[in-house]
């Protein structure tokens, strides 16, 4: 059984840069043809994927974020993580950490999420 | 870009029958997706390739895909059915995949 887990800061100031690490267990980021995602969700919004890294390494960004987003993947840790760049308001959401989003796959393990506040 | 059109809302007696819609132009040519988010937890895969129930999830819950709108139809709605549902797609060309903009169920 695949469950993934967020960690990291849930206070970030404008301007700086909002990192977050999700750690794989029952599974690995670099086996398989899976791809491992970030999605994240405003406070009583809707749900915006991020970006995805794929099993190769090769990663893939949502057009609205691209500039300001890196997702990159630590195999021997069973861990990938998200940097947003320049972070605003607009930023505050639960971000969850999920397999799947490549080509017609759908996300079929999610972790449980961590609200990220962007705040002074 | 692609647009998923779902009903704001969507409110049902408990007992009865739930459909929620998921409008996007020539939808039936794509694989669609449903997630429930209950509050507060993180969503839930209940169907998956149009019609595919993953393992876990009650029979009562079903999926169709067709023309220029997907559907979720619950049967024999429970109180424990009341959350937000998110259809979900990929969309080839951009290469993303793309979330309606949910449905909230109410259990009258």
């Known amino acids: 059984q695949v469950q993934l887990q967020e960690s990291g800061p849930g206070l970030v100031k404008p301007s700086e840069t909002l990192s977050l690490t999700c750690t794989v267990t029952?599974?690995?980021?670099?086996?398989?043809?899976?791809?491992w995602s970030w999605i994240r969700q405003p406070p009583g919004k809707g749900l915006e994927w991020i970006g995805y890294?794929?099993?190769?390494?090769?990663?893939n960004y949502n057009p609205s974020l691209k500039s300001r987003v890196t997702i990159s993947e630590d195999s021997s840790k069973k861990q990938f993580s998200l940097k947003v760049n320049s972070v605003t308001t607009a930023d505050t959401a639960v971000y969850y950490c999920?397999?799947?989003?490549?080509?017609?796959?759908?996300?079929?393990?999610w972790g449980q999420g961590t609200l990220v506040t962007v705040s002074s | 870009s692609y647009v998923l059109t779902q009903p704001p809302s969507v409110s049902v007696d408990p007992g009865k029958t739930a459909k929620i819609t998921c409008g996007g132009h020539?939808?039936?040519?794509?694989?669609v997706h449903w997630y429930q988010q209950r509050p507060g937890q993180a969503p839930v895969m209940v169907i998956h390739?149009?019609?595919d129930r993953p393992s876990g999830i009650p029979e009562r819950f079903s999926g169709s895909n067709s023309g220029d709108t997907a559907t979720l139809t619950i049967t024999r709605v429970e109180a424990g059915d009341e959350a937000d549902y998110y259809c979900?797609?990929?969309?080839?060309?951009?290469?993303?995949?793309?979330f309606g903009s949910g449905t909230k169920l109410t259990v009258l």
């Open positions: 390739y149009d019609s």
């Open positions: 890294i794929d099993f190769t390494g090769r990663t």
């Open positions: 999920v397999r799947g989003g490549g080509y017609a796959d759908p996300f079929d393990y």
């Open positions: 029952g599974g690995s980021v670099t086996s398989g043809t899976f791809y």
């Open positions: 979900q797609v990929w969309v080839s060309g951009v290469d993303l995949p793309q």
């Open positions: 020539s939808i039936g040519g794509k694989s």
